[in-house]
């Protein structure tokens, strides 16, 4: 916008008239003539207008709409899996419906979030949910296990944009200190659809088909698409803050770090995949499983050299890697990932032991749930109001959420409904308090960077996904071990066959004898309960990681 100035000064200053240029007089007429310079406009042309009210408000929904999309297909189809098996006859292949959607949204994150620095999120984010929406609707169409696995593939690769370009955005339109209580809403959606999820996928393949788990994205994303289309301003173009601001922002996603964005993908299946063979699919000292794990490292080490070497133009900014806050905020939120997909996984099993079915434990667990929704909110508002978050990630998951995990660690076959439901509203409002608040910290620190917010943001993503990961991983991997020790202790006379079949499927305890079924409760209860031992150096862990983060105040931008 300055060259533009400029280039007027200079052609009011320097017209041609009948050969010769104008005097210095007239120059300066015509110059003076000239609207007044806005500086600040210059520096940002592009900058989103503030965005408020009822318009602000149907646009979160279409985020909000858009997340819950993309959170509830990564649980929809756990309890569909039965009858796609029975669909197709390929048992065998199951993993990958879940693993397909897992990996591409993983692999991606690192790469949005290079895109969204270079072009803008309103595109990026329509983009994202059309990729997504094609993906539901080749899985809702397809006639094979292969073209199913392919539609999660692609519509995995659109929802890790999704959630990346959201956060992005809003960034962009919401002002720093009012973003705490929008933040938090999208905790409460993750939690919401984790819950939701499972009984929808039940519902459909009960009283419909499994095919409607992806139909109704098709719907909905298309509504959240119209919302955003309509509604959200353009905002912003980042390609006009690079080094070459006549460069297109085509020619700008050519020059990508697309060596880097390889060694980003194939190192998150190295590492995820084994994540979630082991223990499951195959057993952690399988050769794959290893095998895998070393490969994986080895492309750590390659992609870090790599981004050091490609300096500012790197897929990830090793420069980000050197602020302790987003160092901080990055393990915080990957053991807080660890802690809530423990909790949203595990606590089922302690009432499906006893005969509950897995839609009805689906609302055993609301208590969990809630807790965390209600104290995100609650964290949102406070922050909104005191302009501080800090506290947020620091206090709440050793306090509250530690000791909500230790006493989960205490529960037994016999252990009460009520102390039950309290020992899970301490843990989930210690977890929810801290979840996204992670991700505002830093959003926080880079503020007077804006140009590196979406790439600051999809690292902390990135982790997130890593702590779900694992945390699934370790879980499953403790419940394994301790069940068959326990089983043994409890129950040295119950065939092995039974103790597989048990491990298989909880459903399978309701069909034991009388004295059978009794113990291989109290042993799968106590299995269960250690699994919650995972969390409480995890939850201490994440409030320790809070002593890396600063604590800037809301209302203005970092320095």
């Not at 318009?55 to 979160?60: E, N, S």
Request: glycine share 8%.
């Amino acid at each position: 916008m300055s060259e533009i100035r400029v280039q007027e000064t200079d052609k009011a200053a320097r017209s041609e008239k009948d050969g010769h240029f104008d005097t210095p007089e007239v120059a300066s007429t015509k110059i003076n003539a000239l609207p007044e310079l806005n500086m600040a406009e210059d520096l940002q042309p592009d900058a989103p207008p503030s965005v408020e009210g009822a318009r602000l408000l149907v646009i979160m929904l279409g985020f909000l709409l858009a997340s819950s999309l993309m959170a509830l297909d990564q649980t929809i189809i756990s309890t569909a899996l039965p009858s796609i098996a029975s669909d197709f006859n390929a048992i065998s292949q199951l993993s990958w419906i879940a693993s397909g959607y897992f990996l591409a949204q993983a692999g991606l994150m690192l790469l949005y979030g290079r895109i969204l620095a270079i072009v803008r999120g309103k595109l990026v984010l329509l983009v994202a949910i059309t990729i997504f929406m094609a993906g539901s609707l080749i899985c809702a169409l397809s006639n094979t296990m292969q073209l199913l696995i392919f539609g999660r593939v692609i519509a995995g690769a659109g929802g890790g944009g999704i959630y990346v370009a959201v956060l992005s955005i809003l960034a962009q339109i919401v002002p720093l200190e009012k973003r705490p209580a929008y933040l938090g809403s999208f905790g409460a959606v993750f939690a919401i659809s984790s819950v939701i999820g499972p009984l929808l996928g039940g519902v459909f393949s009960e009283h419909l088909t499994w095919r409607w788990c992806f139909w109704i994205n098709l719907p909905l994303g298309g509504f959240a698409f119209a919302v955003i289309l309509i509604l959200l301003p353009t905002g912003y173009d980042p390609s006009n803050d690079q080094s070459t601001p006549s460069s297109s922002w085509w020619s700008l996603l050519l020059g990508l770090d697309w060596l880097g964005s390889v060694f980003s993908i194939a190192m998150t299946v190295a590492l995820l995949l084994p994540l979630q063979w082991g223990g499951n699919v195959k057993s952690w000292n399988d050769p794959a499983v290893i095998a895998l794990f070393c490969v994986a490292g080895v492309l750590v080490v390659l992609f870090i050299l790599w981004e050091t070497y490609q300096g500012e133009k790197a897929l990830l900014p090793i420069k980000l890697l050197t602020r302790r806050t987003q160092v901080g905020a990055c393990l915080a939120s990957m053991l807080l990932y660890v802690c809530f997909v423990i909790g949203t996984y595990f606590l089922p099993f302690f009432y499906q032991v006893k005969g509950t079915s897995a839609t009805k434990s689906g609302i055993d667990i609301l208590p969990y749930m809630l807790s965390g929704v209600i104290s995100a909110a609650v964290a949102g508002v406070v922050a909104n109001v005191t302009h501080h978050y800090w506290s947020f990630i620091a206090f709440p998951p050793a306090i509250l959420g530690s000791v909500g995990a230790a006493m989960l660690f205490t529960v037994k076959s016999s252990t009460g409904t009520a102390k039950l439901i309290g020992f899970q509203i301490l843990f989930g409002t210690g977890v929810g308090a801290a979840l996204q608040n992670t991700i505002l910290s830093v959003q926080a620190e880079f503020a007077s960077q804006p140009e590196l917010v979406s790439q600051a943001t999809s690292v902390c993503s990135f982790s997130q996904l890593i702590g779900l990961s694992i945390g699934i991983a370790i879980g499953g991997a403790v419940l394994d071990n301790e069940f068959v020790k326990e089983i043994a202790r409890v129950a040295p006379d119950i065939p092995g066959d039974i103790v597989q079949t048990v491990k298989q499927s909880v459903e399978v305890i309701a069909t034991l004898p009388p004295l059978q079924r009794g113990e291989v409760i109290d042993a799968y209860t106590t299995s269960v309960s250690r699994v919650f031992l995972i969390c409480v150096p995890c939850a201490i862990l994440a409030s320790l990681s809070a002593t890396l983060i600063k604590n800037h105040k809301l209302t203005q931008p970092s320095a």
